[in-house]
């Protein structure tokens, strides 16, 4: 059975701080697809990045960038010169091709990021 | 383009009531998928509909169903109402959905109270 671990509950750092937040999955399918979502007080998930097992490549978008690394089964994902407005909680995801059932996310518990001044 | 836009945004219910809640999913996306947030559970996936049809289901009983219209919009009922299902319900809406891992954009979802 596919698992996403998030073992940080919750991370409180000053702003301009680096910060990286672990995901680690677990999967019996050589497919599948890595996500991280955001999710700020106003409840709505935000979608952030998608990956799919055959592309290991890291990858940056300003300030946020993601180690994927599938010898440790792990998709970190890290912002750099963290802001205030970066405070949310933070989900990795994980869907498996098999049998076309890509649409079903199974989420980590999420990573409380907590960015004070 | 607009988003996943779901109603009501927020909902009490009373024990042993049922409720429908509402999706409509961002213009050309086919694909709705139903998700349920609690503080123990997390967030767990209870359905999918693409092209009117139930294509994944998640491990919830009978009383958790779905149904998706020709127009994508998607509704989720609820019957028999119990403490438990008290949830914010977050509903998704993809292009392709379960056939390529497409990414999933949320709706800020239906809160759910049950007294």
């Known amino acids: 059975a596919q698992k996403v671990t998030q073992a940080q509950t919750e991370i409180s750092v000053v702003e301009k701080e680096d910060v990286t937040l672990d995901c680690v999955y677990e999967?019996?399918?050589?497919?599948?697809?890595l996500f991280w979502y955001k999710q700020p007080p106003s409840g709505e998930l935000v979608f952030l990045i998608r990956?799919?097992?055959?592309?290991?490549q890291n990858e940056i978008s300003g300030r946020y960038s993601w180690n994927f690394q599938k010898s440790t089964s792990s998709f970190n994902f890290t912002i750099t010169a963290s802001q205030v407005v970066d405070s949310a909680v933070y989900f990795c995801?994980?869907?498996?091709?098999?049998?076309?059932?890509?649409?079903?996310?199974?989420f980590g518990t999420g990573t409380r990021l907590q960015v004070t001044l | 383009k607009a988003g996943v836009t779901q109603t009501p945004r927020y909902l009490i219910k009373t024990r042993g009531q049922q409720v429908t809640l509402s999706c409509s999913p961002i213009?050309?996306?086919?694909?709705v998928s139903w998700y349920q947030q609690t503080p123990g559970q997390g967030l767990q996936f209870l359905f999918e509909?693409?092209?009117?049809?139930?294509?994944n289901k998640g491990n919830f009983p009978g009383r958790f169903s779905g149904r998706q219209f020709s127009n994508s919009r998607s509704e989720m009922n609820v019957s028999t109402l119990e403490l438990g299902d008290s949830a914010l319900y977050l509903c998704?809406?993809?292009?392709?959905?379960?056939?390529?891992?497409?990414?999933?954009?949320f709706g800020p979802g239906t809160r759910l109270t049950v007294t």
């Open positions: 998704a809406s993809s292009h392709r959905g379960g056939l390529a891992g497409d990414e999933q954009y």
């Open positions: 999967t019996r399918d050589t497919t599948y697809y």
């Open positions: 990956r799919n097992s055959f592309d290991e």
């Open positions: 995801a994980l869907s498996e091709a098999r049998g076309g059932t890509a649409s079903k996310l199974t």
């Open positions: 213009s050309g996306h086919r694909s």
């Open positions: 509909y693409f092209s009117e049809t139930q294509r």
